[in-house]
C-alpha cells in the first residue's frame, strides 16, 4: 500500500518520502523540510499516535505544525475522533479511493501552489511528503 500511495502522490508531482516506521519518519521530518505528513495509526514499535505527539511537540514551529493526515485500517471504536484529538488535521479509513486521499492533501496543501488541469491536481515540485 505504501508504493501505491507513494506511485499515486508523486503522480501528481510531489516529492514523497516513505519510511516503514515511527522511528525512521520522525527522523526524516527532522532532517528535510516536510509540506504534509500521512501517517499509519498501525505500525510496529511506535504507532502514528506517538509520531503525530513527537511532531507536535518538535521546537521548531514550522516542522512542529505540518498538517497531518492519518491513513489508516485501524478499526478501533472513535479511531478518527482519537486521530484528530492526537493532532491530525484529516482522518482516511482504509480502504479508500484515489480521489479522497488527493482531495484531503489539496485541502491541506491550500496555502500552497497546485493548478487544477482537466480535473488533475498539479501540485508544485518543492513540495515534499
Known sequence: MLLVMA??????????????????????????SV?????DITMPFKDGYWLIQKI??????QTRKIPAIAFTGNTEEKADKKA?????QAYIQKPSSATELILEVAKLLKSRKYTLVDDYLRFEPEFCI
Not at 35 to 39: W, Y
Not at 84 to 88: D, E, H, I, K, T
Open 7 to 32: 506511485r499515486l502522490l508523486e503522480s501528481y508531482g510531489i516529492q514523497v518520502f516513505t519510511s516503514s516506521s515511527a522511528m525512521t519518519g520522525l527522523e526524516i521530518i527532522k532532517q528535510f
Open 35 to 39: 509540506d504534509l505528513l500521512i501517517s
Open 56 to 61: 507536535r511537540s518538535l521546537q521548531h514551529p
Open 84 to 88: 484528530l484529538a492526537s493532532g491530525f
